[in-house]
T-cell receptor
Framework: DAGVTQSPTHLIKTRGQQVTLRCSPK?????VSWYQQALGQGPQFIFQ???????QRGNFPDRFSGHQFPNYSSELNVNALLLGDSALYLC??????????????FGSGTRLTVV | GNSVTQMEGPVTLSEEAFLTINCTYT??????LFWYVQYPGEGLQLLLK?????DKGSNKGFEATYRKETTSFHLEKGSVQVSDSAVYFC????????????FGPGTSLSVIP
């Protein structure tokens, strides 16, 4: 059973560009959350998707947007990239109604470098 | 709002030493508490969890007890190995906001032979 799959694993973008990161949740999970992890810090919540809608959002600007597809996979889009957006972007999935029993399953992340 | 505080690292221990990583939390409602581990170059893995007061989570020799009276969830292991070298994150979520798990800043552990 595959866990959470993220792509790409690494990418380098230029300041001002736009980027799309992708995530496939673990089988049986219907909820996808995205986190940003700066070097040496804990993950910061960006937003969560359930039933193709954004359910809750962290303290991130509108440059960060997302989408969830009917097969539960998700995308994270970041527009007008800044140097400070360089980080590891983590996708986490969970079964919404059983969340408290299982917590999150994380992918290995996408390392984004903005130059 | 909800928050998690962890002891600052890095922590360096000799193999077979006893490990404690302190974690305290602030939360409304009744949070579930988690410890996640992150090995170099990888994502986070759930290490253990506790969903109510006095629960003890355990896995791979690690333990943590949910202490509501002290709002703590300290991670312990009796004898660490070199392979335990990683960053450990304490985290919480509540049923009222289970869509936003809050993580602590992480504690880096290095175990030397």
């Amino acid at each position: 059973d595959a866990g959470v799959t993220q792509s790409p694993t690494h990418l380098i973008k230029t300041r001002g560009q736009q980027v799309t990161l992708r995530c496939s949740p673990k089988s049986g999970h219907d909820t996808v959350s995205w986190y940003q992890q700066a070097l040496g810090q804990g993950p910061q919540f960006i937003f969560q998707y359930y039933e193709e809608e954004e359910r809750q959002r962290g303290n991130f600007p509108d440059r960060f947007s997302g989408h969830q597809f009917p097969n539960y996979s998700s995308e994270l889009n970041v527009n007008a990239l800044l140097l400070g957006d360089s980080a590891l972007y983590l996708c986490a999935s969970s079964p919404l109604k059983l969340w408290g029993n299982y917590g999150y399953t994380f992918g290995s992340g996408t390392r984004l470098t903005v130059v | 709002g909800n928050s998690v505080t962890q002891m600052e690292g890095p922590v360096t221990l000799s193999e077979e030493a006893f490990l404690t990583i302190n974690c305290t939390y602030t939360a409304t409602g009744y949070p579930s508490l988690f410890w996640y581990v992150q090995y170099p170059g990888e994502g986070l893995q759930l290490l253990l969890k506790a969903t109510k007061a006095d629960d003890k989570g355990s896995n791979k020799g690690f333990e943590a007890t949910y202490r509501k009276e002290t709002t703590s969830f300290h991670l312990e292991k009796g004898s660490v190995q070199v392979s335990d070298s990683a960053v450990y994150f304490c985290a919480l979520g509540t049923k009222t906001s289970y869509d936003k798990v809050i993580f602590g800043p992480g504690t880096s552990l290095s175990v030397i032979p």
